[in-house]
Each structure stands twice: as structure tokens, then as C-alpha cells.
């Protein structure tokens, strides 16, 4: 733990016989950060973001083609198959590779919350079923379950005081 004192010349840190200013210790902290590299972040997360989504695509348009359904009537069996997927490639170890190296592209779908709720119950698996698998994996859910719950609550009031909106 690095002692702090206080002389003439203002505060200083004491590291191993090394003492710094915080405006010398940040200047030094700054040049051994790594670099950020936010496009090289921004393109992978968006193809395989988009990977994602026409993996998607392209399950619908089987349920559409081989089950005789409606765009809307294959939307939900579309999800349950990503969901599927993602918890299968999460129990293999492969997702969390895939999302390491993605980021944000692998996490916002359904997919990487799916991912979130598996990773957390293989975690706590044991600490029994209940106790563990069953409270770890939604305490995740949870929250999230709470923000579209509420976000729901407040688009239904704007839609009835403003009448805004689409189809009913």
C-alpha cells in the first residue's frame, strides 16, 4: 500500500522509493495504458452483431418455408432456437470465446442474454438446484425482467395520454 506524504512542493506518493507527484504518476500511468482501439471494436461487434441476426434471419425464413408460417407466427420459435443455440454454444465454452473477441456484438441479441443466464447457473451449479442454478441464473433475469416491465409501464402511459402509437 503506497504511504502518502506531504512536503513543500504539495502532495506527493511514495512507491518503493519512488516519489510522485499525481500529475507525474498519471502522466506515467497514461503512457503504459494500452491503446484503445474503438474501430477495430466497433467493426467486429457489428459483424458478428449482424452475423447473429441473419443466423436469425435465416431460421425464420426456415419456420416460414417448411412450416407454412406467417413472419409473426415464426418470430417466437426464431427466438427459442437463437436461445438454443447461444445456451448449447455457452455449455461448450464456445460463446464466451466468440463474445471475448466481439464485445457488444455478441452480447445485446437475445443470444448473449441467454448466454449471461447459462454462464450463471453453470457457475453456481454446486450449490444444489434451488439455492444455486435457480438463484444465480435469475438474479441476472431479474433486473432485466424489472427495466422492461417498467419500460412497458411507461410507454402504455405515454401512449394513453398522447395517443401515440401504432396498431393495436
Given at each position: ?26 502522466q506515467?500511468?497514461?503512457r ?18 449482424g452475423?447473429?441476426?441473419?443466423i ?14 406467417t ?6 420459435p426464431?427466438?427459442?432456437?437463437l ?5 448449447v454454444?455457452t ?38 438446484l ?32 398522447f395517443g ?5
Amino acid at each position: 500500500m503506497p504511504a502518502k506524504s506531504k512536503n513543500s512542493s504539495g502532495a506527493r506518493i511514495k512507491l518503493n522509493r519512488l516519489s510522485l507527484t499525481e500529475q507525474e504518476y498519471k502522466q506515467v500511468s497514461d503512457r503504459h495504458q494500452p491503446k484503445k482501439k474503438i474501430w477495430g471494436n466497433c467493426l467486429r461487434a457489428f459483424l458478428v452483431g449482424g452475423f447473429i441476426c441473419l443466423i436469425g434471419q435465416c431460421i425464420q425464413q426456415l419456420f416460414m418455408t417448411f412450416a407454412d408460417m406467417t413472419s409473426r407466427e415464426a418470430a417466437s420459435p426464431t427466438v427459442a432456437v437463437l436461445i438454443l443455440i447461444s445456451v448449447v454454444m455457452t455449455c461448450l465454452g464456445v460463446y464466451d470465446k466468440i463474445a471475448q473477441w466481439a464485445g457488444a456484438g455478441s452480447a445485446v441479441p437475445v443470444t448473449g442474454f441467454a448466454n449471461s443466464m447459462c454462464s450463471a447457473a453453470i457457475e453456481a451449479r454446486s450449490e444444489g438446484l434451488v439455492l444455486g442454478v435457480g438463484a444465480n441464473m435469475f438474479r441476472l433475469a431479474g433486473s432485466v425482467i424489472v427495466f422492461g416491465v417498467v419500460a412497458a409501464f411507461i410507454i402504455g402511459v405515454i401512449h394513453v395520454i398522447f395517443g401515440l402509437g401504432g396498431v393495436h
